[in-house]
């Protein structure tokens, strides 16, 4: 790998500035919008097909082929191999999931969960980590901070618990994290600021400590982050045999991973490695749809680069103006302003892309029936499942289809939301998140309270 032929490139076409990969920038210093990572592949080896890569399966000694995003590492290669920090990230697998595949309306065979939570940290955020914590090693980083609402801040403290030339800086909404992903950050030694806010305020707060003190800042704005997070695309191509699927669900929040999905399958095009592309579907929470609403209401597309700006600054002014907050169960996604907004246009735009949203409600009967399935996630990651189902149901996916909904976080990030859905009566239910419209939970397991006798347990075993 050359470092030379990898080089940062602002995604606006009117500006097109260029910066080398040593250089630490969250945004275009020219005009301010979003940079990519970009590579001159005709500098570079590269393999001629998808295949070639099975022969990392035979070095799973080499710790850089064991990990599921640096087997690849000539699809993202910015580093050379001594700089590469890994802890074996991306050893998830893609399940043939038949049971939920009933409920997300797929027929038997065609469905597939992708289960991100067996990375390190428990997300599908350690793909990205790896990449970025490898850039601020190669930048020489010292600090690193960044905002989130929970698993993002899991994973940096893992990779900065792991690597102490770097110390980690985390900001989290008060009050706004599951407590699997707080305690996360809290035993992995990570200094963690619980700001008075929600996690767009944490996101405006560490970008100005980051530009200010001259931090290294580790959310999805960061163009290496994504680099890393391509990789989950490689890997579901691989566990289908190279074969592209008809769609590519996932929930969408600060949308980096639908950014990084559509970047992974237009550098497959320009190399000839795939033929064609998967259709992509973001799912927003119903209550943090800003995604879903300036696509289907305002009609707000890629535009070959020439996004409307004005557009996106009018809908914010009102969203602020109505004091509308996002507000959901599923807090991974509870996002007013994402970041990514316009990478995820491009790759919609790239792979004629639909953007769904879904209540609470119908994110947590999914995550109950993707437990059932046999893996389990955390609401966010449900969303993907729910959002199947409804476009199933709105005639968008045939259920012939082949479909890959990605399960982005753990069962074990959120047990709050788990135990409530499956322990609380109806009404309970009802009254605990009746700002969230949850109402009912059809497909509790409710734990039977038996007395400490065996004619009551050898009843309650049976009933
Ligand atoms: N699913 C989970 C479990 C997440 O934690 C996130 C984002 C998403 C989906 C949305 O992904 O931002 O790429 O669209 N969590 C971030 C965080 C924001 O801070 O941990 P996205």
Redesign the pocket.
Known sequence: MKTEAAYQKCIRPTCGAEFAVRETLFACPKCGDLLDVKYRWDKLDRPTNLAWFERRWAERRDPLALSGVWRFRELLPFAGRDEIITLGEGQTILQTADRVAEYAKIRPGRFHLQYEGLNPSG???DNGMTAAFTHARLVGARRAA????????ASMAVYAAANPAISGLVFVGSGKIAYG?LSQALDYGVRTLQLVGD?DACMARVKEVAARFGIYLM??VNPFRLEGQKAIMFRVLEALNWEVPDWIV??????????SFGKAFAELLELGLIKKVPRLAVINAAGADTLYRLVNDEGLRWNGGAVDDAKIDRFYAAMDAAGRRAKTLAS??E?NR?V?LKKCLRALDLMCGVVERVTDQEILDAKAQVGRGGLGC?P??AASVAGTRKLVERGLIDPAERVVCIL??HLL?DPTATVAYHTKTDAELAETYAPYGVRAAAFANRPIVVEDNMDAIIKAMEE
Do not use: Q
Not at 250 to 259: C, W
């Open positions: 997300s599908f955020k960044c905002a989130s609402t929970g698993n993002t801040s992903k996690f959310n999805s996932v929930p969408g929040g600060n949308l980096g991973n639908s950014s991974a996604i996002i994402p990514n955390e966010a990651s982005t976080g990030k």
